[in-house]
């Protein structure tokens, strides 16, 4: 499957990296608004092609598939571009900022024959069904803890004065947008959907997040999501249940399950895999390469319903996003 790929940053390159380890890609084009970042990424990664405007690479006739990982709010006008000419599509969380957005990416891909999906790793992981049954050993729930909290790389570029995309309302930036929409969709994987959502922020002066948290009701439980990208937490996610505990290291990659019960102590469930966006972009390229219409379905019932979760959270804690 040719392959495009709109944006260079450290994720693109970790993306397409995983993807040749599978053989199921073949990197064939790269649009950057840079010939030079452009020309460097090609290089690196042995593209034959670099376009610098968006709609030739669109165009393009041999391109099966078009993956985005350019800042947050480009993902919409860049997915739709690609979709409207045939293109799959494979974006980057979170895929849009609206569940308009979505439904209007969704029609344009139905109408072209194509697909949308969303890279969103922890829901590819093969350690998702193992931690599934671990969630149906210690039933009922009675509370949930999902945590992701990083300091950013960029967060001291902001303090300095600087704007990075990740701290920018313009581009959709903040912690929930980009380490809570893990928590998310890891919650909504094992659990569903909420039946009702609350959000507080403590919001940076550009009015986007800094720290979030996230709560989610259930019946009988409630999910506590909390996500940051202005300090860190060595606490990992974890799942109470009445017949045991469920402690998770990652919520991205699902590092490190282990099950504890009363019975039987602790257990190590995850095991030794390839690496988590290896698992993804295998899974992905299964979808596209055999149209595998339930899988899709699957995919694009988890995009609606996180999709609404995260435009619902910004609305409520009053996080500044392009969306608004």
Do not use: W
């Not at 967060?155 to 380490?179: I, Q, R, W």
């Not at 994987?189 to 009702?196: I, K, M, N, T, V």
């Amino acid at each position: 499957m040719k392959l495009g790929i709109i944006g260079t940053s450290e994720i693109s390159h970790k993306f397409v990296q995983a993807a040749v380890e599978t053989a199921q890609y073949e990197p064939y084009a790269v649009y950057s608004r840079s010939a030079e970042t452009g020309a460097q990424y090609a290089a690196r990664h042995h593209i034959p092609h670099v376009f610098t405007k968006l709609e030739d690479l669109a165009a393009c006739p041999q391109l099966d598939a078009v993956y985005v990982a350019s800042p947050n709010s480009l993902h919409f006008p860049q997915a739709k571009a690609c979709l409207s000419a045939g293109k799959h599509v494979i974006v980057e969380k979170p895929a849009v900022a609206t569940t308009a957005q979505l439904e209007e990416l969704l029609e344009i891909a139905r109408q072209n024959g194509v697909y949308l999906l969303e890279a969103i790793r922890p829901m590819y992981n093969p350690d998702l069904a193992v931690l599934k049954e671990a969630v149906k050993k210690i039933a009922p729930i009675h509370y949930a803890y999902f945590n992701y909290m990083k300091y950013s790389s960029k967060y001291d570029a902001y303090k300095s004065g600087k704007n990075p995309p990740v701290f920018s309302a313009e581009y959709d930036g903040g912690a929930l947008a980009d380490l809570g929409i893990y928590n998310i969709y890891l919650c909504v994987g094992l659990f569903g959907a909420p039946d009702s959502s609350s959000c507080t922020a403590s919001l940076l002066p550009g009015g986007v997040d800094g720290v979030c948290t996230q709560i989610l009701e259930y019946d009988g439980f409630r999910a506590v999501l909390s996500a940051s990208k202005i300090s860190f937490s060595r606490l990992p996610s974890e799942i109470q249940g009445e017949n045991g505990t469920i402690t998770i290291e990652n919520p991205t990659s699902l590092g490190a399950i282990r099950l504890y019960t009363r019975e039987n102590g602790e257990q190590l469930l995850s095991t030794e895999r390839p690496s988590s966006m290896f698992c993804q972009q295998k899974a992905l390229a299964h979808i596209l390469l055999e149209k595998d219409a339930s899988a899709y379905e699957d995919a694009c019932r988890r995009m609606r319903r996180c999709t609404g979760l995260l435009e619902l959270g910004r609305s409520q804690a009053g996080i500044r996003f392009s969306g608004m």
